[in-house]
């Protein structure tokens, strides 16, 4: 399996700010991922980061909200924009090594505080 | 689009005893059935996984059964640890690569 990092670990953050997400895989990946997990609860995709492409976003997400960048095929990053309370959550990148049905493995996970 | 539904929400079981968790979904174009194992404050890691041309899978204590016809599938977990206790999460995906995740399962083995 591949070896994934995210950053910040955690972080807390203002009402009104935004805050980008990274994650960093150690090798080539096809597709790459993005979850919001809040507390107690399961995992909600966001959306679908594609390489030299627009994220594909899932209901209830826009890109305004949460713009995702993917360079290149082992790092992506996330923001949260314009960030309130209810923003508050874990964030979770995950990737899969090919496009087909694959199995997919999750990064440590971001754990965003908003005051 | 699919629609995943897990059973229990929690499950308390006896150290050694045996634990199962069903998830059931909607979409008869998944073929492929992961379970992830969520311990406190850790990210998900997948334990088992099965495709659809497949009707069960073991991995020493843990097995995943599935039933295509039924649109079921699930996880069983045999002489039971301390360290089983965690959250459990089974997931069903199509062709597309989209995770379409159940509502997890809180398990405690009671030593």
């Known amino acids: 399996s591949a070896v994934i990092s995210q950053k910040p670990s955690r972080d807390i953050c203002q009402r009104g700010t935004s805050l980008t997400i990274q994650c960093q895989v150690d090798?080539?990946?096809?597709?790459m991922f993005w979850y919001r997990q809040q507390p107690g609860q399961s995992l909600t995709l966001i959306a679908t980061?594609?390489?030299?492409?627009?994220?594909?976003?899932e209901s209830g997400f826009v890109i305004d909200k949460f713009p995702i960048s993917r360079p290149n095929l082992t790092f992506s990053t996330l923001t949260v924009s314009n960030m309130s309370p209810e923003d508050s959550s874990i964030y979770l990148c995950?990737?899969?090594?090919?496009?087909?049905?694959?199995?997919?493995?999750f990064g440590p996970g971001t754990r965003l505080t908003v005051l | 689009g699919e629609n995943v539904e897990q059973h229990p929400s929690t499950l308390s079981v006896q150290e050694g005893d045996s634990a199962v968790i069903k998830c059931t979904y909607s979409?008869?174009?998944?073929?492929?059935f992961p379970w992830y194992k969520q311990e406190l404050g850790k990210r998900p890691q997948l334990i088992i996984d099965?495709?659809?041309?497949?009707g069960e899978k073991k991995d020493q204590r843990i097995a995943v059964t599935l039933n295509k016809t039924a649109k079921h599938f699930s996880l069983h977990i045999t002489e039971t640890q301390p360290e089983d206790s965690a959250v459990y999460f089974c997931?069903?995906?199509?062709?597309?690569?989209?995770?379409?995740f159940g509502t997890g399962t809180s398990l405690t083995v009671i030593p």
């Open positions: 995950s990737v899969a090594r090919t496009g087909l049905t694959d199995t997919q493995y």
């Open positions: 090798s080539q990946v096809t597709m």
């Open positions: 980061a594609n390489q030299g492409s627009e994220a594909t976003y």
């Open positions: 979409d008869s174009a998944s073929n492929y």
């Open positions: 099965i495709r659809s041309n497949v």
């Open positions: 997931a069903a995906a199509d062709t597309g690569n989209q995770f379409y």
